[in-house]
């Protein structure tokens, strides 16, 4: 986890953590801020590295404890954004599946969402799919 403390757990990684996926994501998905040099990685295991910009970066960061060392992740909301975002690498079956299993929560929030997909530049696709959806 060392190669990860300075990161951010992301896309598929995150949605596994989450419970927001039926998918067990081979590699983990790491998010960087786009100014920051990129890491040597180690042979294992996989990470993919995905960099963001100001706003993409630091919307929705939270921390979680993994075997008592804090891990930064994003929340909820901003995994789903992401998911928009990158549907095209991730699958649309996996974005898909993703916010339909956050809409089945009661956690869920969609004043946030909708607010994190206006940041995050993804509004006009978010509104569309929740239109569907809801």
Sequence with gaps: MYCLKYRLISLLSALSYYELTTNNPWEYYVAIHRD???PTLPDYPPIS???FSDKQYYTGITEINIKG???KIYDREKIICDCIRYRKKIGVDVMKEALQEYL???YRNIDKLIKYAE???VKTLMSRYLEVLI
């Design 119 to 121: 940041i995050t530049g």
């Design 69 to 71: 060392e804090k891990i």
């Design 49 to 51: 590295i995905y960099y």
């Design 104 to 106: 089945k929560q009661n």
């Design 36 to 38: 920051h040099f990129k």
